[in-house]
């Protein structure tokens, strides 16, 4: 069943930075670690998707993304 955001969880989503409660974004690196970095500028994209700012698109948590890519 797909996630759909409703309009409060999308306000707290989208002021998170500036309410003081950066987003953290979680993955599983290739040798089974978790991963965790601070995500300020994660923003709504849709009523399922959230968009967010990957400083280095070559680093790890890309990398984590596209060998893991959903939980199961």
């Known amino acids: ?3 759909v955001l409703t309009p409060e969880i999308k306000e707290l989503v989208n002021n998170a930075l500036a309410s003081g409660n950066p987003l953290l974004l979680a993955v599983v690196t290739s040798d089974s670690k978790p991963l965790l970095s601070f995500r300020g500028s994660t923003q709504v ?3 399922g998707q959230l968009g967010l700012w ?5 680093g790890g948590t890309i990398e984590a993304i596209k060998a893991i890519p959903k939980s199961p």
């Open 54 to 58: 990957i400083r280095k698109a070559s």
């Open 45 to 47: 994209y849709s009523d």
């Open 1 to 3: 069943m797909p996630v």
